[in-house]
């Protein structure tokens, strides 16, 4: 049995003082480097890619999966869409109707508006609740502090910045423009974005159909400082995006044979409109006093619409489908030392779903006829939950984080058929262990066995949809999913080097996946009908491994620095058999880099890296997997690009970029991806702050 492997992860970063975080949203004593990533907006920006999700990946080195150019989901330890955790400013952007694998979730968040991102690798559903089985993604977003919070005693004229990037594989990018001006207690901060791409150009000069899309953001956050570490902020953001194609349908895929269909799935399948808004307002309060040193308390509204166009391929069948779902959502967390042996942090969680759904099917020239929405009607979620997490110093030079959370969830919808409510209800009992110990100095080691879950959200309850061309029903007698992670991490700093490694294994019990039950005509491919079910257990083994070295010595301007990524997955399924490849699981994969970081610059170049991305061939299918469309069935092949970026100052405040990606034009697919990557580009941007 193989239970070694390595994965990456980038050294953090030093935070500022000045940032304002929640008490459940700081470092634990026993955090280190190879499971917390943290990765700035500077830094992002400069990756030159041309939305979150890439630049994501390619700055924290996730794996991406995009099932179209509009999408893009991170693949943490294996896992991806409804088993990651995305959250911004500490409120969850995963809601009732986030589906298992790649969504336009975290695409929905304009790059422009990041202040930083923190990847969490590894379970974390006794901090953040359901859906954290795989990992973490926190999302924080940009802030103009007042003036008496930042040590700014010149609060000076309103300031401006501009950030764009061109890309030649869409012809196309985005620009943004951001303004915010200070006083002594108040602080404002204004962004709006466009973003415009044509079709991608991927290798040989080939253009990949039905992958561009336009769409544009406004983002909002203003502060009032109550007192020197009191605040109030609030935030509103709005996204949209238009006509984003659902590549996989519209273009051919695999045949069973490895060939590729002579015709696409569908004639018309656009995502005609995604219209993501969300608005928070929170407290801080750095110094209680009293019986809690620091309480955060958060509350959001949010709403996420969904407008689709789909004709099947000989259909003359036109549907229309639309989905909005509307969150409300409470938070609260306090923070509590006890002399200096303990740190305890406590929280609540408060949220609420409406799902509204409906469809019109037209065959022209008749008149639209209302038919069933996908999600039932008066679909509802609630879910609540209070967790407890205590950070032991006593046993010094060994550090304990010990967590306990209980989570209960309710659901209600009328059913397709009948009409009639059906509801029920579920509850969750997790807890987490962690222990760090200084082995020498600059080596530090963790140890972790932390239960995790996902509870059944409307997507698995009420949603009858579409899988592999035929048809899938819900299912609201589903168990939610349960998981146990054991992990080993090590950190390493030395003078001239820094090394991270991890060691996972995690096994989830009662998976959600789907069982066939109706094959329909056998000669025919599209008829199916399947089901969600809990679908027996899953087991991946994996590992993170990362080394950084200065050339020469530490002050030296050259650096070398390479990561790698493997995970192995297993699955026992009733229907299916023991012992299965488990689904979607990313090939073994990472990247070696040479950067050049000059006190000096040479010429006005401030900055260089010449990098080789590359993945290895996947061979190991699920059965799902050997016959979704978006993968060959022969195995998805290796690959590998080589890529160059530098960059340099324009002034004190301002920079320029440049880079030239895949630079030998090769032809790969990211491993259960639904287009082809880009071919050989050009990117460049600037970032001027006027």
């Known amino acids: ?12 970063p030093e935070l500022s003082e000045t940032l304002i975080r929640a008490p459940r949203f700081r470092e634990t004593v026993t955090s280190n480097a190879a499971k917390l990533t943290v990765i700035s907006g500077e830094q992002l920006r400069k ?37 990651i955790l995305i959250l911004v400013d500490g409120v969850r952007l995963n809601d009732s109707t986030t589906r298992f694998g790649p969504n ?19 379970s974390s559903s006794v901090k953040y609740g359901s859906d954290a089985i795989g990992g973490v993604i926190s999302i924080w977003t940009k802030r103009r502090k007042p003036a008496s919070q930042d040590g700014a005693e010149y609060t000076g004229p309103v300031l401006a910045v501009f950030d764009g990037n061109y890309d030649t594989s869409v012809r196309g990018g985005l620009g943004s423009l951001g303004l915010s001006a200070a006083r002594e207690d108040h602080g404002l901060l204004l962004v709006g974005s466009l973003h415009d791409f044509s079709d991608l150009r991927i290798a040989d000069n080939e253009t990949a159909a039905n992958t561009g899309f336009k769409g544009h953001s406004l983002f909002g956050a203003y502060e009032y400082a109550l007192g020197e570490k009191k605040t109030l902020r609030m935030t509103s953001r709005v996204n949209r995006d238009f006509n984003v194609p659902r590549t996989d349908r519209l273009n051919p895929g695999f045949h069973s044979d490895g060939s590729i269909a002579a015709t696409a799935n569908s004639e018309i399948w656009h995502y005609s409109l995604q219209d993501r808004r969300g608005y928070q307002v929170s407290f801080s309060d750095e110094d209680s006093g009293g019986f809690v040193d620091a309480v955060h308390v958060r509350a959001q509204v949010h709403s996420y619409r969904e407008q ?11 549907r229309f489908e639309e989905d909005e779902v509307y969150t409300l959502g409470l938070g609260v967390d306090w923070l509590r030392a006890v002399g200096s042996s303990q740190f305890f942090t406590w929280g609540i969680d408060l949220t609420y779903d409406g799902v509204d759904s409906l469809r019109r099917d037209t065959i022209p020239p008749g008149p639209p006829v209302p038919k069933a929405g996908a999600f039932a009607e008066d679909s509802e979620y609630a879910r609540g939950g209070i967790f407890v997490q205590d950070e032991i110093f006593s046993f010094d030079p060994v550090f304990l984080t010990l967590g306990l959370r209980y989570s209960y969830f309710d659901f209600s919808f009328r059913d397709f058929s009948s009409g009639t409510k ?24 963790t140890f972790t066995l932390a239960q995790g879950f996902r509870a059944p959200n409307l997507d698995d309850l009420a949603n009858d ?10 299912n609201p007698n589903l168990a939610p999913e349960e998981s146990v992670m054991a992990e080993v991490a090590l950190a390493i700093r030395r003078e001239n080097w820094d090394a991270t490694v991890a060691f996972f294994a995690t096994k ?36 993170e491994i990362g080394l950084r070295r200065q050339l020469m010595d530490r002050e030296s301007a050259f650096a070398v620095s390479t990561k790698a990524a493997l995970v192995y997955g297993l699955q026992d399924d009733p229907q299916l058999g023991e012992n299965i490849p488990a689904r979607r699981v990313p090939p073994f994969n990472g990247q070696v880099s040479l950067h050049y970081d000059p006190e000096v610059p040479f010429h006005q170049v401030h900055r260089a890296r010449l990098f080789m991305n590359w993945a290895s061939q996947q061979n190991r299918l699920h059965p799902q997997d050997v016959s979704d469309p978006r993968i060959n069935p022969g195995g ?35 491993h259960a991806s639904g287009v082809d990557s880009p071919g050989a580009r050009l990117v460049f941007g600037m970032h001027l702050r006027l």
């Open 1 to 12: 049995m193989l239970q070694l492997l390595l994965l990456l992860v980038i050294q953090t």
């Open 47 to 83: 990756t030159g890619r041309n939305s979150l999700p890439r630049a994501i990946g390619q700055a924290a080195g996730v794996w991406i999966q995009e099932t179209n150019y509009g999408g893009g989901a991170p693949v943490i330890r294996g896992l991806l869409g409804n088993q």
């Open 104 to 122: 336009q979730s975290l695409n929905t968040i304009d790059p422009a508006i990041v202040e930083r991102v923190e990847i969490i690798r590894g």
């Open 308 to 318: 689709r166009n789909r004709r099947k391929t000989g259909s003359t069948t036109n």
């Open 422 to 445: 059906t509801s029920d209800s579920f509850d969750a009992l997790t807890a987490s262990f962690e222990a760090a110990n200084e082995l020498d100095d600059g080596v530090n080691a």
């Open 465 to 474: 949809g579409s899988f592999a061309g035929g048809d899938e029903l819900a």
């Open 508 to 543: 989830i019990n009662d998976s959600i996946g789907r069982i066939l039950i109706d094959e329909g005509d056998p000669a025919i491919t599209g008829d199916e009908t399947y089901q969600r079910e809990n679908t027996g257990s899953v087991e991946l083994f994996g590992g």
């Open 636 to 670: 998805t092949p290796g690959w590998a690009t080589l890529n160059f970026e530098f960059g340099g100052a324009i002034n004190e405040a301002s920079d320029w970029w440049v880079g030239l990606h895949n630079i030998l034009d090769n032809g790969y697919r990211i």
